[in-house]
């Protein structure tokens, strides 16, 4: 059973994180925290209780944007203890996924928090902690090749493959690129790679995938390679120009 702290700035959304961590049976006590400096001297009780003491705390869910001392200053602080607690950031903004997981964060929960997204936050921390077995992954089938899932706001939407120009790895997460926006997904480049060659994406960075139909320009510059697509000039490693040249030269 996991212990865990909530931390958010907001008390209806921290008082609505307890009670769904609360009602998650992997859960065995949770508490609130209204800000990190408050989390931060709720978890040294914990440190100094010991892992299987009476205040110990295996996971911590944090929002970011708080006043003072932000979660991901919590989090940075947080790397340096000896046996920290697992953190899964809690936040209303995708800009920052590559930050989170920089800090080893074990997931990035978008608000407003769904019960089945917290849930799988939940059961990655368990399987962490080796609270839980780790339990065998359902697949997630796509409602039809031609899109993929996207969610906005706690709403799951559905883009069009044909709109995404280019995709930006970012840790564990790809952020989809079309004219109108962009969206962030839990699914890894090399996945997405693997799921749309067939449909004209090629990889030319260990960043970045991107549609040969939306590519305007390639560029040579002194030994450097870079593709224009929409108004974003995207560098070409040296490890996939040649393949890309070919791909364009034959593109119809």
């Known amino acids: 059973m996991l212990r865990a702290l909530a931390v958010d700035d907001e008390r209806p959304t921290l008082e609505e ?13 949770a508490e609130g925290a209204s800000d990190a400096t408050e989390a931060l001297r709720r978890i040294n009780r914990a440190l100094e ?22 979660g991901l200053d919590l989090a940075r602080l947080l790397t340096g203890f000896a046996r920290p607690p697992l953190v ?20 990035y929960v978008l608000k407003p ?11 990655r921390a368990a399987e ?11 697949p997630v089938h796509e409602p039809d ?11 799951a939407r559905f ?5 995404i120009t280019h995709v930006e790895a970012q840790g564990d997460y790809a952020r989809l690129h079309t004219d109108k926006g962009s969206h962030l997904v839990r699914i890894p480049l090399a996945t997405l790679e693997e799921r749309w060659r067939a449909r004209g994406f090629v990889r030319i960075h260990r960043r970045h995938l991107v549609a040969l139909r939306h590519i305007g320009e390639l560029r040579l510059d002194a030994g450097t390679v870079s593709v224009l697509v929409g108004t974003e000039e995207l560098q070409v490693s040296r490890r996939h120009a040649r393949e890309l ?7 119809p």
């Open 17 to 29: 994180l307890v009670y769904l961590l609360n009602a998650d049976p992997r859960i065995g006590a």
């Open 145 to 155: 090749p031609d899109h993929i899932t996207v969610e906005l706001g706690g709403v």
């Open 113 to 123: 928090v769904r019960r089945e997204r917290l849930a799988e936050a939940v059961r």
């Open 49 to 70: 209780s010991g892992p299987d003491g009476p205040d110990a705390i295996d996971v911590v869910f944090l929002d970011i944007q708080m006043p003072g001392l932000d």
């Open 128 to 138: 962490q902690c080796g609270a839980t077995p780790p339990s065998p992954r359902i």
């Open 159 to 163: 883009v069009p493959v044909d709109d």
């Open 88 to 107: 899964v950031f809690v936040t209303a903004h995708e800009d920052f996924a590559v930050q989170a997981f920089d800090l080893d964060a074990v997931d």
């Open 245 to 251: 040249r070919d791909l364009l030269m034959r593109r």
